[in-house]
C-alpha cells in the first residue's frame, strides 16, 4: 500500500474496518500523544488506559511501588470490557499491555485488536519522563517498566514503532500498518 502522511488536524483517514487499535509502552514512550492523534484521524473514540487502574494501583505507582500480575488483573478487566463494548466499532486505546499475557487476556474481548508498541531507547525515556509533570508514574519505575516488557511476538498482530522521531512521523506509519 502507498505511504501517506496523516491529514492535517481535523481531516479523517478512511481505514477499512478499523480495528481495535492498542498503542503500547512503557511510560514515556508517546502512547497519549500518539493515540488521542491517532484516534482523531480515523475518526473513531479513545481512551486512556491510565484512567482505568483503580485508585489502589495509582497509589501504589505514585508511591514508586511497581504493579504485580495480580495488581494488574482488574485494570486488565476494566479494558477489556471497554473495548467489549466498541465491538465492531473500532476504536484507540493506551495502555502499557507489556507482557504477552496481558496482551492475550485483552484479546479475549477483541481478538482482532492490533498493538502497536512505541519503542523508545532508555535514555530517551527517562529525558521524556524527567521532563513530564503531574503524571502518578515516576521515573523510578522505569526500570521495572523496562523489565516486565514483552516485545510483540511475530505472531501477534501489530507493529512496533520508532517512536523517537516526530510524533506525525509515527502516526503516519501508524496508519500506513493499519492499512497493511
Known sequence: MPHEDPPPSGKKVRVRDVPMIVVM??????????????????GVEYADGDDFHPPANVAKMAAGTPLDDADRAPWLDALAAWMAGRSGKGAVVTCSALKRIYRDRLRVSAPHAFFLHLDVPRQELERRMAGRGGHFMPPSLLDSQLATLERLAADERGDTLDATRPPEDVIRDAVAALKR
Do not use: E, F, Y
Open 25 to 42: 509502552g512503557v511510560s514515556g514512550s508517546g502512547k497519549t500523544t500518539v493515540g488521542t492523534r491517532l484516534a482523531d484521524i480515523l
